[in-house]
């Protein structure tokens, strides 16, 4: 069955800190891959996505992730984390019409 | 500004009462979603539609009604059917054509509550 796993329920990094969220997923081929951000009480909001060629791809807010086919990995990354980053991220996988998401990983941000 | 308008914002219901969640976008998007989300669980699907005047169930369906009888809206019902109701309803949609290429745009969802 298709699904998306993010193995972490929630994560604190220190201001300043870097930040890795982990990401895999389960599909027949290759998905279209993202990564989602929500604050609370609110809609998701795309970061960003991978299709094809560079493995690393860059979003906004200063956020990379990178595509592992190898360990189907989709691991999103932020070198130095500021406060208002803290938010819940969604990793989410489509390879059709449906698109498919992870549990969450909400993120806090220690002073 | 295009967008994805969800309301109302804040909703409760009492138990037994069928219930309508209104979604409207101006993006001029063909496809559009309904998802539920539960603390831990991430969002489920609903029901999806990718034309007018067509829809498909998602994998939560049941106690659900949807119709899609003009490209902007996509209104969800809630009815009584629905045994545990109570969740953050959130409404999404995305340029056909695209296949599962195009990102999906977010409204800013509608809390129901069941009291």
């Known amino acids: 069955a298709q699904s998306v796993t993010q193995p972490d329920i929630h994560i604190t990094v220190s201001e300043g800190a870097s930040l890795e969220l982990r990401c895999n997923y389960s599909y027949g081929a290759t998905p279209y891959l993202f990564w989602y951000v929500q604050s609370p009480g609110q809609g998701l909001q795309l970061l960003l996505k991978y299709f094809s060629g560079d493995t690393l791809v860059q979003g906004i807010k200063g956020f990379e992730a990178e595509f592992k086919r190898s360990q189907s990995s989709f691991n999103l990354r932020k070198p130095s984390v500021h406060w208002s980053d803290a938010a819940e991220y969604f990793c989410a996988a489509t390879g059709g019409f449906k698109t498919i998401f992870g549990a969450g990983t909400r993120l806090f941000v220690k002073a | ?115």
């Open chain 2, 1 to 115: 500004d295009g967008g994805i308008t969800q309301s109302p914002k804040y909703l409760f219901r009492k138990e037994g009462q069928n219930v309508t969640l209104s979604c409207e976008q101006n993006l001029n998007h063909d496809a559009m979603y309904w998802y539920r989300q539960d603390p831990g669980q991430g969002l489920r699907l609903i029901y999806y539609s990718q034309i007018v005047n067509d829809f498909q169930k998602g994998d939560i369906a049941e106690g659900y009604s949807v119709s899609r009888e003009k490209k902007e809206s996509f209104p969800l019902t809630v009815t009584s059917a629905q045994k545990n109701p109570t969740a953050f309803y959130l409404c999404a949609s995305r340029l056909a054509g695209t296949g599962g290429t195009g990102e999906l745009f977010f409204g800013e969802g509608s809390r129901l509550t069941v009291l």
